[in-house]
């Protein structure tokens, strides 16, 4: 891990955006299991914390909801307006498989798994 990496915020309480305005949101099966709510309360934090781009680390994420995905469109829109993106990081072969089937590649960026 780089030193720049090690600085890069993580949401949890109030999420503070880095000098690049990014922030890393790390997902995992336990907080998904009980729907999206959270997910949604993670990401408007960060936005309204003024992120810029959103790095969602789904390492610890085997499969998502279609309202996950629509949650990442969601703050998709507001980092674009921006001038940001959202990153999907460590996606698996199924997450990658939704993203190619609905054509959603194209608009989120997709980092290695």
């Known amino acids: 891990m780089t030193a ?8 949890g309480g ?23 709510a959270d997910l949604r309360w993670l990401l408007h934090g960060a936005l309204l914390a003024g ?3 959103l790095v969602v680390d789904l390492t610890g994420v085997r499969q998502l909801s279609s309202t996950a995905v ?3 469109l969601w ?3 507001t980092c674009r307006a921006r001038g940001g993106a959202v990153v999907l990081r460590g996606v698996n072969r199924r997450t990658e498989d ?8 194209r608009v989120l960026q997709v980092e290695g798994r």
């Open 4 to 11: 720049a990496a090690a600085r890069r915020p993580e949401v």
């Open 70 to 72: 629509a949650s990442f």
């Open 14 to 36: 109030a999420p503070s955006p880095g000098p690049d305005g990014e922030v890393l949101v790390r997902l995992t099966d336990e907080l998904l299991a009980d729907g999206v």
């Open 75 to 77: 703050a998709h829109r």
């Open 51 to 53: 992120a810029r781009r």
């Open 98 to 105: 939704l993203l190619r089937r609905t054509g959603l590649w």
